[in-house]
């Protein structure tokens, strides 16, 4: 059966931290980071990367636009 | 079972989402999780999803969105506060091929632009009016609006909205849905990801209204504002379906095209 794995990539610097991306993910892939950006705010980055299927339900949410979202099919 | 890292799978062939580009790569002002960005998103994608960059012209209202002419790159008008169908109405009548909006939110379109909104509306001009409704005056530190829920605390009625004193929410949208010359009237949320697909959905169907001429779109959004309601940006999208969904339901109000 295919597969579909999916990757994000997060603009550090826009993200403002609200936590929606990491509600809105079904799979848990996302967390807000230990570490602040410029602006103070903690980031979201992919704590559970191989879970990801490239849903792009984190991007929809994300008010800052700050979220790309990739998939392949295997 | 599979060999694949991440730098394989982040390359351009295999894109799925990415931020459209009329949306331009400005930070926002908006506070941390305010649905004013999603709105923001939605309308750089269905521009850029219609091809109409070039024809489309914003008219920003006063607000938190007075900025939103540095976020999307079209061409915007900066209305006075509450006039901005008055100058869509304007801008539509001198250059009717062109698709014109309003981005209004409820301290804005509800109470000092009633008149405005009502008359545009009612003579059935031929644009799209975007309605951020989140409860408050959220610029100014939260004070109370028209829209307010009975018993909701806000910073002039800290005790919660009384009936006996300040009267009861206006709901503009179902008043507007009574003119004749509005065609389609919607109202949405962007707190899901099955909300947001919905409301891109309405917003561009209220655009392809607008160049029918056949009369004014008006699209609701049922929003938060977390900081002037003082919650978490996720608190504040469940206190708005436990609390804002039963006065302001969400869907289609009216569409007198498709119906």
């Given at each position: 059966m295919a597969k579909l794995i999916g990757s994000i990539k997060v603009d550090i610097q826009k993200c403002k931290g609200c936590d929606l991306c990491v509600i809105a993910c079904p799979l848990d892939v996302i967390a807000l980071s230990k570490d602040a950006n410029s602006k103070g705010y903690n980031f979201a980055h992919m704590i559970n990367p191989d879970a990801c299927n490239g849903c792009s339900a984190c991007a929809e949410v994300c008010p800052e636009a700050s979220i790309t979202v990739y998939r392949v099919r295997v | 079972m599979n060999?694949?890292?991440?730098?394989?799978?982040v390359n351009p062939a295999n894109l799925v989402y990415k931020k459209n580009s009329v949306l331009n790569d400005l930070p926002m002002h908006y506070c941390p999780g305010c649905s004013h960005g999603v709105v923001h998103k939605l309308l750089g994608d269905i521009i850029e999803e219609l091809n109409i960059?070039?024809?489309?012209?914003?008219?920003?209202?006063?607000?938190?969105?007075?900025?939103?002419?540095?976020?999307?790159?079209?061409?915007?008008?900066?209305?006075?506060?509450?006039?901005a169908p008055a100058?869509?109405?304007?801008?539509?009548?001198?250059?009717?091929?062109?698709?014109?909006?309003?981005?209004?939110?409820?301290?804005?379109?509800?109470?000092?632009?009633?008149?405005?909104?009502?008359?545009?509306?009612?003579?059935?001009?031929?644009?799209?009016?975007?309605?951020?409704?989140?409860?408050?005056?959220?610029?100014?530190?939260?004070?109370?609006?028209?829209?307010?829920?009975?018993?909701?605390?806000?910073?002039?009625?800290?005790?919660?909205?009384?009936?006996?004193?300040?009267?009861?929410?206006?709901?503009?949208?179902?008043l507007l849905a009574e003119l004749d010359g509005v065609c389609y009237v919607t109202r949405q949320a962007v707190h899901t990801v099955g909300a947001v697909k919905k409301c891109r959905r309405a917003i561009k169907k209220a655009f392809e209204y607008s160049a029918l001429n056949k009369g004014t779109s008006i699209v609701e959004v049922v929003?938060?504002?977390?900081?002037?309601?003082?919650?978490?940006?996720?608190?504040a999208n469940r206190w708005m379906v436990e609390n804002m969904f039963s006065k302001y339901p969400l869907g289609d109000i009216k569409d007198t095209i498709q119906a």
């Amino acid at each position: 059966m295919a597969k579909l794995i999916g990757s994000i990539k997060v603009d550090i610097q826009k993200c403002k931290g609200c936590d929606l991306c990491v509600i809105a993910c079904p799979l848990d892939v996302i967390a807000l980071s230990k570490d602040a950006n410029s602006k103070g705010y903690n980031f979201a980055h992919m704590i559970n990367p191989d879970a990801c299927n490239g849903c792009s339900a984190c991007a929809e949410v994300c008010p800052e636009a700050s979220i790309t979202v990739y998939r392949v099919r295997v | 079972m599979n060999n694949m890292n991440i730098t394989d799978i982040v390359n351009p062939a295999n894109l799925v989402y990415k931020k459209n580009s009329v949306l331009n790569d400005l930070p926002m002002h908006y506070c941390p999780g305010c649905s004013h960005g999603v709105v923001h998103k939605l309308l750089g994608d269905i521009i850029e999803e219609l091809n109409i960059q070039e024809q489309t012209i914003g008219v920003a209202p006063v607000g938190c969105a007075v900025f939103a002419y540095k976020y999307l790159d079209i061409d915007w008008q900066q209305a006075a506060h509450g006039r901005a169908p008055a100058l869509a109405t304007a801008i539509k009548r001198l250059l009717p091929d062109r698709y014109v909006f309003t981005y209004q939110g409820d301290g804005d379109l509800a109470a000092i632009g009633t008149a405005e909104t009502l008359h545009a509306c009612n003579r059935g001009e031929n644009i799209v009016i975007i309605y951020i409704n989140n409860g408050i005056y959220g610029m100014t530190g939260g004070q109370m609006a028209p829209t307010t829920l009975l018993g909701m605390k806000s910073t002039t009625s800290p005790k919660g909205r009384m009936y006996e004193r300040d009267g009861n929410p206006l709901d503009m949208p179902k008043l507007l849905a009574e003119l004749d010359g509005v065609c389609y009237v919607t109202r949405q949320a962007v707190h899901t990801v099955g909300a947001v697909k919905k409301c891109r959905r309405a917003i561009k169907k209220a655009f392809e209204y607008s160049a029918l001429n056949k009369g004014t779109s008006i699209v609701e959004v049922v929003s938060t504002c977390n900081s002037g309601w003082k919650m978490t940006p996720d608190f504040a999208n469940r206190w708005m379906v436990e609390n804002m969904f039963s006065k302001y339901p969400l869907g289609d109000i009216k569409d007198t095209i498709q119906a």
